[in-house]
């Protein structure tokens, strides 16, 4: 009886190739334990500093990069997602932060007050008054009551039968959230 001797392909990077996305290996290769030329060099960044940092920064887009390769390698990532959905937004690109704020609800059972606050002010952005309200109203942050507060005053603003300024109420909620360090400052380029 002979031996099958023929490379297998386990499903999951079988799917993964399915989908284009980049494959790595499970164990590390032969090649990259044995000893090389840059054995003095530092290793190499975490896609997560570089992320991280990007965001800091105020560099948006390049942290919608960042975190978007880190979100295709694992897709329960909460942190990464809403953060990216935050540099989304900053980007206005509104429907795409919708999107990762939602996911992120969806993976937290809406326990995110980022996301939260992040899916209504992008609501807002995209005129959509229902799905504001409802998300504005259920936001909740005991450590910034007046965020609160001021989300459920939106949220009644939204749910009434009169006309809401939008970017009024958009602003007052983004304004108020840096201030009370919920979301980062403003870089000015």
Do not use: W
């Amino acid at each position: 009886m002979t031996r099958d001797t023929r490379p297998t392909v386990s499903r999951r990077h079988l799917v993964q190739a399915l989908l284009g996305r980049e494959i790595l290996p499970d164990r590390p290769q032969a090649a990259a334990s044995a000893p090389s030329a840059q054995s003095g060099a530092e290793p190499p960044a975490s896609p997560y500093a570089a992320a991280d940092a990007a965001y800091a920064a105020g560099d948006y887009a390049a942290a919608v990069a960042a975190y978007r390769a880190i979100v295709r390698g694992d897709l329960s990532n909460a942190v990464a997602r809403v953060r990216l959905g935050h540099a989304l937004y900053e980007l206005g690109q509104h429907i795409q932060a919708r999107v990762e704020f939602e996911h992120v609800l969806r993976l937290t059972g809406g326990s995110d007050r980022l996301a939260r606050l992040g899916l209504g002010l992008a609501c807002l952005a995209l005129g959509k008054r229902a799905r504001a309200a409802t998300t504005l109203s259920a936001y909740a942050d005991a450590e910034r009551p007046e965020l609160a507060a001021a989300a459920a005053e939106a949220a009644r603003e939204l749910a009434g039968d009169g006309e809401a300024d939008l970017p009024a109420l958009r602003q007052g909620l983004d304004s108020l959230a840096r201030a009370t360090a919920l979301l980062p400052e403003r870089y000015s380029a």
